[in-house]
């Protein structure tokens, strides 16, 4: 019986130890990866497993196209074959893709085992200081400035009903702006964390109230970052 691998990747490129070392035992029992982005899941592996011979392996490519190569997913298992599925950063089928190949190895009855790795959103939680009982990913929220102040004010009203963290995320190039609308649209009282580059030597993760981080408003650039507000 086949095993579908869920392997975690690296947030920060440079961060190969944050990678457990049997993660690497696993990645050995594959035959095929299906990936994000094949170029950089290759160096990844190189990598955590110098040894590897990347030609050794068939690969298939998934970013916005999961549906396209279920097929060749369900062939690759059909024919006995341990597939690992890696994503851009962090853990597949966790805000990235994978999730519908998944998916397809449930209905099959297929083992899918799921490796331990680093989750940027569960990071930033457990460093925020917020509730990490009661938590909602929300994705990326509308790019649209006013559906996107409207949803923040939905969001918080939530937060405050709930006692309810809301976590969130943006394109890097997009950061200063959401973080713009978070200002504008939630309470003072309310407390923003704003958590970048994850596990890079440039991580920072620091939570205030929103009057807090009014009286000096950070410039995040164009790095990764999650945010988290909890009124």
Known sequence: MPTVYLIPCVIADDAVETIPAYVVEHVKKCQVFFVENERTARRYLKSIWKEMVIDDYKWFTIHKAEEDVKSDFITALKEGKNIGI??????PGIADPGQILIQSAQEMGVQVKPLV???????ALMASGLNGQTFKFCGYLPIDKFERNKALKSLEAESAKLRCTQIFIETPYRNNQLLESVLQNCSASTRLCIAADIS???ESIVTKSIAQWKKNIPTIGKVPAIFLILA
């Open 200 to 202: 890079s030597a440039n």
């Open 117 to 123: 790795g680093p989750s940027s959103i569960l990071l």
């Open 86 to 91: 890696i994503s851009e950063s962090g853990c």
